[in-house]
């Protein structure tokens, strides 16, 4: 298992090691169209309840915080595989990441591409439900995810974490079919008022069956992210085990 060290072990040791099942985790290899991705699989070795999740990474790919969170999700019994957008050999450093993660936000037919990609991994995991299957992002994943589902992807929910909620295709939220639920910070200067307002229209517009904003108040960019604290990237202790619990509440709504 990946070790993790730091701001990352602590929120993982917030949930308790299962005693009746171990937690089994591997790199998986996969390409897309010729292209070389790595992501990373976590789940129980015994008892999955038959839910997996898709965890797309946030600009600095499958990295720490991605896999904490496959961790934290394989302990309470789902299958987890953290999908690798970026290309196996690209492990962005800060000052890296605006440029990479840009040339996926400009490029959304790939993005999409290498999303579902990663969910055909997660669907050929064993004891996987492939009708019960949620896609979460977090920052540039949450965009990932929200892109995916615009596919029409057979997926049963879609939630983002302080993820973009722009697109230049909004008219396609028509396709989305499963459930959404979006959890943001009321002063993220990343995902703006106006921007809000626009996913909300194109929600609307689109017909969408079931679908929920969550405005943590006060709460800035990357909330979730333990150990930000470089404005407006700043991590919120309340507002990530608020956002937690409003995911395992609708993760719940699979079981």
């Keep these: 298992m990946t070790e993790l060290s730091g701001a990352h072990a602590d929120l993982l040791a917030t949930v308790p090691e299962p005693t009746d099942f171990t937690v089994e985790t591997a790199d998986v ?19 999955a309840n038959g839910v997996g999740v898709l965890i797309v990474h946030d600009w600095f790919g499958v990295a720490d915080t991605a896999i904490m969170r496959a961790q934290m999700l394989a302990r309470l019994g789902y299958v987890a595989f953290a999908a690798d957008i970026f290309g196996a050999d ?6 890296q990441a605006p440029e990479v993660a840009g040339s996926f936000y400009g490029d959304p037919d790939l993005t999409r591409a290498r999303a579902a990609a990663g969910l055909e991994q997660l669907l050929a995991q064993p004891g996987v439900d492939r009708h019960r299957v949620v896609v979460i992002g ?3 994943g949450g965009f990932v995810a929200l ?10 929910g879609t939630v983002t974490f302080h993820g973009s909620l722009k697109s230049d295709r909004p008219q396609e939220a028509r396709n989305i079919r ?10 993220d200067p990343i995902v703006p008022d106006e921007e809000i307002a626009d996913f909300v229209a194109a929600m609307r517009d689109g017909q969408v069956a079931d679908w929920q904003v969550h405005l943590y108040s006060g ?7 333990p150990g930000s604290n470089h404005p407006p990237a700043v991590y919120d202790a309340t507002a990530d085990r608020r956002s937690w619990a409003a995911l395992l509440d609708f993760l719940g709504e699979f079981d």
Excluded: I
């Design 29 to 47: 290899d996969y390409r897309q169209d010729g292209s070389a991705l790595r992501g990373y699989l976590a789940r129980p070795s015994a008892g």
């Design 90 to 95: 690209t492990r962005p450093t800060p000052e």
């Design 138 to 140: 977090y920052c540039f």
């Design 147 to 156: 892109e995916l589902a615009r596919t029409g992807a057979d997926v049963a």
């Design 178 to 187: 499963g459930k959404v639920l979006v959890l943001t910070g009321s002063n």
């Design 219 to 225: 709460v800035q960019h990357a909330f979730t992210v």
